[in-house]
């Protein structure tokens, strides 16, 4: 028989998500992927010969997952007065330094790659799409819409940037690719709080899902429209560019939100 | 600025408090560690922890409203990454001192309840007069509120606990070792970053002077109600005695007050008296002149 003291999943409902809610956890899940790893890679990992071009364009890359990471930082902060218990605002509060520490690292990179001033650039070149994207959210956030804010935070945007990064670390050099797979990690734990907290809210409340199918469908074109913008810059030809938009779909579709 | 913000990043924080001083601790303390058996034993003395330890989760709950509502708030990156590392510290503190409420013997059912009825109401007062200036989205406002106010003041009196319980519950006295030192990092950060606010924005120094006014009084209101409240030092050392506690070889001392003999109002003149002081200092550090609040 189980061991509730070792066997997480053998704990009683509300204990198990006061546990995985906790900064314990939290603390527990991080150690070992971020110990040894300052902002987001191992010291010694050999930067490429990069080309003019190349570089460029992954600065601009990055300039977008800047913006990406911002908004989810400023997401995730915000929901924490209209989280309904303390275990979800515990969980937030995580979510919101993984955020910060994703926008940090990305910041690193982008002055590793010579950018002098990381906040101009990003603001320079910022996607039109994301910024509308980023507009809703916060007005989601910031209405203390807890249903549509943590759909458009934990769901859309989480599942969108676990697509991109997913897809971009395949290909990357060796140092975005250990911060990129860095980001990914947490992303899971974002998603699966996302999940579990909309599918509770849900079984309970059934019209929610018509609500937040109303989201998705005002959010999903900001969603692939900013994709269209991503891949072109990471050179992806035109053929391959929809399959990001399958994942980021699929994603979604697996979490319960088709 | 830029230079001071980098000593307040997030692997900075990383590395210093997941990885360095909470390492190897579970809730804020060593696995294992209990409260003493006589708080859980003696239903005065038990009421007496809970008491307090509601006041700390009344002000880590503002505190992290406040945090968090704040980086939307921030000018700058740095500034929203370093107030992501404070809303989990908040957080963590929040977890923490839930959870020494359980231990303490409050039932989960009963824990909203508990800590509504026996919230302070000035500090209650002080934490609607901070969220007020948060949801207005004044930086300035909310972080000499948050940090300078909220956590400069209640850090000497994390330090008067701290030694208090340092040989009689050293279970209690980690968890607040941990919260102090988190709570050191954003009393600094609040003093540098609105010491550099005031200085580009000088017409806001009056209007943060108003608010260290009102807010100070609503903060020294709160402990002073805390001090004048449950046992005397007799009655607790009485309580001890009956259920064999024997006294601790070097009395726990504080600013020179031997703890475990003073009176609430010697107590209360210590604390008030180191508060003042170092809030003073800490204010012309920023660039503000003390103002006395009236009496509480």
């Not at chain 1, 994703?102 to 799409?129: C, K």
């Amino acid at each position: 028989m189980s061991d509730p003291a070792q066997d997480l999943h053998a704990l009683p409902p509300r204990e198990f998500l006061e546990h995985v809610h906790s900064f314990e956890f939290w603390l527990g899940s991080v150690q070992g992927y971020l110990a040894g790893r300052p902002y987001g890679h191992h010291d010694g990992l050999a930067e490429p010969a990069w080309t003019d071009p190349e570089r460029d364009r992954l600065v601009t890359i990055l300039c977008h997952y800047c913006v990406g990471e911002t908004m989810a930082l400023e997401g995730a902060g915000g929901l924490i007065r209209a989280a309904p218990n303390r275990p979800t605002k515990v969980f937030l509060a995580t979510q919101t330094v993984d955020e910060g520490r994703h926008l940090e690292v990305l910041v690193h990179r982008l002055a590793e790659l010579g950018v002098a001033d990381p906040e101009r650039e990003i603001e320079r070149r910022t996607s039109a799409e994301l910024i509308r994207f980023r507009d809703r959210l916060l007005a989601f956030v910031g209405s203390g819409d807890w249903d549509a804010a943590l759909f458009a935070q934990n769901v859309v945007l989480e599942s969108a940037e676990f697509a991109v990064f997913h897809r971009h670390a395949r290909s990357a050099d060796p140092i975005t690719r250990e911060v990129l797979l860095g980001i990914i990690k947490d992303e899971r734990r974002h998603l699966g709080f996302g999940e579990n907290e909309l599918g509770r809210r849900i079984a309970k409340n059934p019209a929610l899902h018509g609500r937040l199918r109303a989201v998705r469908a005002e959010l999903d074109p900001l969603v692939l429209g900013s994709f269209e913008r991503t891949l072109a810059l990471l050179g992806t030809p035109a053929a391959e560019r929809s399959e990001l938009g399958r994942d980021y779909l699929a994603a979604v579709e697996r979490l319960g939100f088709a | 600025m830029k230079d001071f913000l980098d000593g307040y990043d997030i692997q900075y924080w990383l590395e210093s408090a997941p990885q360095g001083y909470l390492k190897n601790t579970e809730y804020g303390h060593a696995p294992g560690e209990r409260e003493p058996a006589v708080l859980l034993e003696d239903p005065v003395l038990r009421e007496q922890a809970i008491g307090v330890t509601v006041q700390l989760v009344v002000g880590e709950r503002c505190a992290l409203a406040a945090s968090s509502g704040l980086i939307n708030a921030a000018p700058d990156e740095g500034s929203k990454r370093f107030l992501a590392t404070q809303t989990l510290d908040e957080a963590r503190h929040v977890e923490v001192f839930t959870h020494r409420l359980l231990d303490l013997g409050v039932k989960q059912n009963e824990l909203e309840d508990v800590i509504r009825e026996r919230a302070n109401p000035n500090l209650v007062k002080f934490a609607e007069l901070l969220l007020e200036k948060v949801d207005r989205k004044d930086f300035v406002a909310g972080v000499v509120g948050q940090n300078v106010i909220l956590e400069g003041m209640a850090f000497n009196v994390f330090e008067m606990m701290h030694a208090a319980n340092r040989e009689a519950n050293a279970k209690f006295a980690h968890t607040l070792s941990g919260t102090i030192a988190d709570e050191r990092r954003h009393v600094g950060f609040g003093e540098n970053r609105i010491g550099s606010l005031i200085k580009e924005h000088p017409e806001r120094k009056a209007d943060v002077e108003k608010l260290q006014r009102e807010m100070s009084y609503w903060m020294l209101a709160t402990f002073g109600a805390q001090l004048r409240q449950g046992p005397s030092p007799e009655e607790v050392k009485q309580r001890l005695a009956a259920r064999g506690v024997a006294p601790s070889e070097g009395a726990a001392t504080w600013q020179g007050v031997r703890l475990g003999d003073a009176s609430p109002a010697e107590l209360e003149s210590a604390l008030g008296g180191t508060i003042l002081k170092e809030f003073k200092i800490r204010l012309e550090r920023i660039g503000i002149e003390y103002q006395t609040p009236v009496a509480p």
